[in-house]
């Protein structure tokens, strides 16, 4: 997936069409959550095109494993990895994708029945929920990052221990004392060096999964006060307002002398 060479979203004519049509409109709300999303794909598509070049750095130290055995296990363990962030990926482009056409299909809605219904359209995208879609995809991705370094540790720490036992066979056979196999004290060898890839990985999707969730908040928050109809209390107080804003009639002469 090579999102860093696809047009802008800020650029694209259906895009860029229906912010003129909102904006000729007077629907600001609804410009608004579009520009948000737009925006926040934008800057995601960036963000997730430099993950995957440190993914396809990350398959590159693989070349200086000598052993084929370690090699295979630290392959696979890396596939899992970039499979489950290219699944993280595809949400991004799918939700992209729909916005693209979403936005056509609101000017196409808007020229044939109005103003009323292009509000419906922009409602019918449910942005919300195409973030939260994208949030959980990036969780995920998060979660078998940390899992995938968890295990090269484990296979760091094991394949400093058979050396070990291997230098232990050999002073056997020259008959001499063995030495004590002990954890691994400092951080060598290229199994390491992957490690704190992931770990790096980990925390840039962390930040975009933070990222996504504070944009799905703060468009559901403005959605709920564009939403929020007034309260039968609100309406009374504005109508005793009102009330003491009309200017009072004079008293007819005629009624003023009955009294």
């Known amino acids: 997936m090579e999102t860093a060479k696809q047009t802008a979203l800020m650029e694209q004519p259906e895009i860029l069409e229906l912010f003129r049509v909102l904006e000729g409109n007077g629907l600001e709300k609804e410009q608004k959550e579009v520009e948000s999303l737009v925006k926040y794909l934008d800057g995601m598509e960036i963000q997730f095109g430099q993950v995957l070049e440190e993914l396809r750095d990350v398959k590159e130290q693989l070349s200086q494993i000598q052993d084929s055995g370690v090699k295979a296990s630290v392959l696979r363990i890396t596939e899992q990895a970039g499979g489950k962030v290219q699944e993280a990926g595809e949400k991004i482009h799918t939700v992209r994708k729909n916005l693209i056409q979403s936005a056509k299909n609101a000017v196409q809605t808007f020229r044939g029945k109005g103003k009323d219904a292009l509000r419906k359209a922009v409602s019918s995208m449910k942005i919300p929920s195409a973030l939260a879609r994208i949030q959980e995809g990036l969780h995920g991705a998060v979660e078998c990052m940390n899992r995938q370094a968890d295990k090269m540790a484990v296979l760091n720490s094991e394949l400093h221990a058979a050396g070990d036992h291997i230098k232990n066979a050999g002073r056997i056979f020259r008959g001499k ?36 969730d504070n944009v799905r908040k703060r468009l559901e928050q403005f959605a709920q006060k564009g939403n929020k109809k007034p309260s039968v209390k609100g309406e009374l107080k504005k109508l005793k307002e009102e009330k003491k804003m009309v200017p009072q009639l004079p008293v007819p002469v005629k009624q003023q002398a009955r009294e």
């Open 177 to 212: 004392e063995l030495e004590k196999v002990e954890t691994q004290a400092v951080d060598k060898g290229i199994t390491v060096k992957i490690r704190k890839s992931f770990l790096a990985l980990s925390g840039r999707l962390s930040s975009m999964e933070q990222t996504t």
